[in-house]
């Protein structure tokens, strides 16, 4: 099975900046649709962005133009920067994998679609 390993959480002004990273082992990230979430504190998990195994690009309402997600296939890593983050933004995020279709965007599919990382903790402060 395949592992996620998230990094790059931490503590983030309002309207500052944060990179997040996901490496993934056991196997390579081209063989999945990647995707990442955050969970906040007595709320649903809910997707931020996705990308297919050619890189084609899905977003969650109100995250294009402040999220950008990526990955680099020769490391293995999928990324996610954040730009403008809010208070809201507070919350566990986290790296997931979807192996069945790859080619396919899989914003939307059911969360148990997806191998999942541990999670990292974003903090947002005013």
């Known amino acids: 099975q395949v592992q996620l390993v998230e990094s790059g959480g931490g503590s983030v002004h309002t309207g500052g900046s944060l990179r997040l990273s996901c490496t993934i082992s056991?196997?390579?990230?081209?063989?999945?649709?990647m995707g990442w979430f955050r969970q906040a504190p007595g709320k649903e998990r809910e997707a931020l962005a996705t990308i297919t195994s050619d890189g084609r690009t899905t977003y969650g309402e109100g995250k294009k133009g402040r999220f950008t997600i990526s990955k680099d296939n020769a490391n293995n890593t999928l990324y996610l920067h954040m730009n403008s983050v809010k208070p809201e933004g507070t919350a566990m995020y986290y790296c997931a994998a979807e192996p069945l279709r790859p080619e396919v965007s899989c914003f939307g599919l059911s969360l148990r679609s997806f191998y999942w990382g541990q999670g990292t903790q974003v903090t947002v402060s005013s």
């Open positions: 056991k196997y390579t990230i081209s063989n999945y649709c």
